[in-house]
């Protein structure tokens, strides 16, 4: 499957594939956490971002996700690993470790539901406090293709976003509407110095050159 | 070739539950298996309709009912088989009218939404299902207020779903939904869930112990054992494995307990230690995990996966001791 390689894993020795030629690549490594209520569409964010696709009936998220997609902006490799949780309260327990040590996190709420906004507002809030200082945020309120339903006005969600110093957009897992613009978004805002990749990488977590070099069909070409 | 062609026209892209196979599921190897297993599962009914004539209750489960529940129990006698060996018979009979009563009470719109919004995505791709839905609305509404303590925890759509397609019963899918929840796996889906992150603990103690170079691998790549093992835990392998595996899988738990629950987990990760030495990022591995290993072997030979699990040495005595000292964890 093209996409099992394209997710990581199986991409082959693939040094010779390096885009522009004659420039070096660097290679950044973030870990990005998506946040948010149960059903506004997190699961399918990623699956849209990472294999293009959106199901009308996306399984439930049960404990947590793990997948990879890559990126490239100029002349860096992007790639993030994409830890997915699961939305309902009692697994609140479980988020810290999955935010712990992310560079980003998305905080997803439903337009057609305001309760979804302000359990938004309330993983901002836990995020300024207890994830790295330097986490970049972006919020996302999804299923932007009922906007004719909405309930958060694009204008609220925007103003408490430029508040929060928080990166915004509408999106649409089912349209593709601004996915990849996010994640590219929160590209662009992250610092690619040498050793990002580094940067809050969870414990014992090493990148061997053969890793770092790897490329995907999904950027460069 | 013939067997090839044959296998496609006599297995349809369905299987005997109402799930969709899968586009990669291998045929070929199935009907390999299926020819000899269904002669062994013609062979079992006849067995178990002698054990039933003699033993209707199931009220005592020997070594030798112990045998044969390990060796599977047939489909039409698996929901009442499952509802003695359990006990769940019995506390039905003591309340008769306990579930009615249930279903006639009035309900909490915030449990009723958590539970809306988990119908359509379950077992979306069963087509005997759509007609399900609101059965198992009932079976869940009526369990989330008899156990307020729970309530509805993501997950238990699986099981609940599951035993209805089973049983075709809503009361017994209550019954046995609450013996699982309660008596098998108590306080893993309640709100804070602490059994839950107690077991996953002591699963990685048992992994460090019995193969501890897999355990560092996994570590060093840096996936936590709660991503990979939770739902594995929390849906008892319902929408995780196959369904005849985690049929052949829940015989075993209803008459012996939570700790077929361990065994199964031990088995995966054993039975696949060449293929997760194998992984060499942390993408590779969460792949074999979710997709790679529920494939193969496992879908098209539940038989074999079960006599492995049964040869992994665990005691009893070990979890416990394990339970003791892992009670408090939550960072597995
Ligand atoms: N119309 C519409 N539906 C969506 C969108 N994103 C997700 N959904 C649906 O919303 C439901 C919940 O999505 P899911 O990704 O599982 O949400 P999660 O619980 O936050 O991971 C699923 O039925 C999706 O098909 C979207 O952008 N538009
Ligand atoms: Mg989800």
Not at chain 1, 2 to 17: D, E, I, L, M, Y
Not at chain 2, 133 to 148: C, Q
Not at chain 2, 286 to 293: Q, S
Request: proline letters at 3%; glycine letters at 6%.
């Amino acid at each position: 499957m093209a996409t099992t390689a394209r997710s990581g894993g199986n991409a082959s020795g693939s040094t010779a594939q390096r885009p522009n030629g004659t420039q070096q690549n660097k290679n950044c490594q973030f870990k990005l956490v998506l946040l948010g209520e149960s059903a506004v569409g997190k699961s399918s964010l990623v699956l849209r971002f990472v294999k293009g696709q959106f199901h009308e009936y996306q399984e439930s998220t049960i404990g947590a996700a793990f997948l990879t997609q890559t990126i490239c902006i100029e002349d860096t490799v992007v790639k993030f690993e994409i830890w997915d949780t699961a939305g309902q309260e009692r697994y609140h327990s479980l988020a810290p470790m999955y935010y712990r040590g992310a560079q980003a996190a998305i905080v997803v709420y439903d337009i057609q539901n305001q309760d979804s906004f302000q359990r938004a507002k309330t993983w901002v809030k836990e995020l300024h406090k207890q994830a790295s200082p330097n986490i970049v945020i972006a919020l996302a309120g999804n299923k932007a293709d009922l906007s004719n339903i909405r309930v958060v006005e694009y204008e609220e969600a925007k103003q408490y976003a430029e508040e929060n110093g928080l990166l915004f957009m509408e999106t649409s897992a089912k349209t593709g509407m601004n996915v990849n613009d996010i994640f590219l978004a929160i590209a662009k805002k992250l610092p690619k110095n040498d050793g990002a990749h580094n940067q809050g990488a969870p414990a014992g977590r090493r990148l061997n050159d053969n890793e770092n070099n790897r490329q995907t069909n999904n950027c460069c070409k | 070739m013939d067997l090839a062609a044959s296998s496609t026209s006599r297995f349809s892209d369905v299987d005997e539950y109402g799930f969709k196979r899968s586009d990669n599921f291998d045929y070929r190897n199935y009907e390999q298996f299926m020819s000899g297993y269904l002669k062994t599962l013609t062979k079992r009914r006849m067995k178990w309709e002698a054990i039933l004539q003699r033993n209707a209750d199931l009220t005592t489960i020997d070594s030798k009912l112990k045998r044969y529940i390990r060796k599977g129990i047939p489909g039409p006698f698996r929901a009442d088989v499952w509802m003695k060996i359990s006990g769940a018979a019995k506390l039905q009979q003591r309340s008769p009218t306990l579930y009615r009563n249930l279903l006639g009470a009035h309900y909490e719109k915030e449990i009723c939404d958590s539970i809306t919004i988990d119908l359509p995505r379950t077992f979306p791709d069963n087509i005997h299902f759509d007609t399900k839905k609101e059965r198992l609305f009932n079976i869940l509404v009526a369990y989330a207020h008899h156990n307020r303590e729970v309530g509805y925890c993501q997950g238990l759509n699986y099981i609940a779903g599951l035993l209805l397609i089973v049983t075709d019963d809503e009361e017994k899918s209550f019954w046995l939904l609450k013996h699982i929840v309660e008596s098998i796996v108590p306080q893993y889906h309640t709100k804070n869930m602490a059994n839950l992150l107690r077991d996953l603990a002591v699963f990685k103690e048992m992994i460090m112990r019995r193969a501890p170079q897999v355990n560092r691998h996994i570590e060093n790549l840096g996936l936590p054992y709660t991503v990979i093992a939770s739902k594995w835990f929390i849906c008892i392998f319902a929408e995780v494995l196959p369904v005849e595996t985690v049929l052949r899988i829940w015989d075993c738990v209803f008459a012996e307990g939570y700790k077929i629950v361990f065994r199964v987990a031990l088995a995966l990760f054993l039975t696949h230690k060449t293929a997760i030495l194998g992984c060499d990022d942390i993408a590779a591995l969460a792949n074999l995990f979710r997709e790679k290993m529920m494939q193969g072997d496992i879908v098209t030979d539940c038989h074999s996966f079960i006599e492995a699990m049964f040869k992994i040495r665990l005691k009893r005595s070990e979890l416990e001791a394990l339970r003791k000292v892992c009670v408090g964890r939550n960072n597995t």
